[in-house]
């Protein structure tokens, strides 16, 4: 190839494509990483997540310049291959659900991300044996790439999870307009396809029955074909509703859904992810 420096450009852009993907939706990717058993818990993932994000940055920034090329596709080996060998795990474990290695943006399986990374690896090969020996040095650059790294925590601020800004929710399907701060409400986050929140949707529609609850709003997430009118059938309720995207989503449920919130004029007092007729009619047995 005449023109080695557009192989390493494109090698580049890969990263920058990679980090922009995960950037735009960082919620699935931490949910992502706590299911494949890197992190234990949503704060964790939360911080890999960041320093995941700003290390591919840093590096297709860093491919763009011919001053550390040989380092840095050394370490893109490195990591390519890490990554890999975990993808190979997967693998071989049955898995066959979206790695994350493009976020949501495009769905890849763990064979199908193993066959790009395969792909990556050549070109990186190649760019590193190709690739003359380096006499400049540019220390400005590896400070660049480490400013890039650490403003992900700037640009991603870390969630707590009672930091929910719920106020956003303003109006719901058969009701209209809604003031979530204030009384007392709650929340349920579900998926439509998901059969957990099918049956917690259905717990919550007996217990109404049962006693007194406050009011309830839910926060739709239609990942597949399941419509509202479908998942109410199935779980005969007909609670106020709203759609959310799929970032959203992932902000607000735990390690998997559903999700119910407790509000209290507006600030979560409490919130319940299993067992949740059960823990509602504890919680709400006095009243």
Not at 80 to 96: E, K, P, Q, R
Not at 239 to 249: C, E
């Amino acid at each position: 190839m005449k023109h080695p420096h557009i192989l390493r450009l494109l090698f580049a852009l890969s990263f920058l494509f990679s980090a922009y993907t995960k950037f735009v939706a960082p919620g699935y990717f931490e949910i992502t990483l706590m299911d494949q058993g890197i992190a234990s818990s949503r704060e964790l993932a939360a911080h890999l997540t960041r320093f995941f994000i700003g290390l591919e940055f840093a590096l297709g920034v860093l491919l763009f310049f011919p001053y550390y090329t040989k380092k840095v596709v050394l370490f893109s080996i490195g990591l390519l291959g890490v990554f890999s060998l975990h993808l190979a795990y997967l693998f071989f474990l049955g898995d066959n659900e979206n790695c994350g290695c493009f976020g949501e943006m495009i769905s890849m399986n763990p064979a199908q991300s193993l066959l790009k990374n395969a792909i990556l690896l050549s070109v990186a090969f190649w760019l590193y044996f190709k690739k003359e020996k380096e006499t400049q040095s540019k220390p400005i650059y590896l400070v660049f790439a480490a400013i890039i790294v650490a403003s992900m925590w700037l640009f991603l601020p870390l969630q707590g999870k009672d930091a929910q800004k719920f106020n956003a929710f303003t109006s719901f399907v058969g009701e209209g307009r809604v003031d979530l701060s204030k009384g007392e409400v709650l929340v349920a986050v579900f998926n439509l396809d998901c059969e957990h929140c099918q049956e917690a949707a259905t717990a919550l529609g007996q217990l109404i029955d049962e006693q007194q609850l406050p009011p309830i709003y839910v926060l739709y997430f239609q990942e597949g074909s399941t419509s509202v009118s479908e998942f109410e059938t199935i779980t005969q309720t007909n609670f106020p509703h709203t759609f959310i995207d799929t970032d959203t989503f992932f902000n607000l449920i735990g390690a998997s859904p559903p999700r119910v919130y407790y509000l209290k004029h507006g600030e979560g007092q409490q919130t319940w992810d299993h067992d949740i007729k059960e823990a509602l009619r504890r919680h709400f047995s006095n009243r």
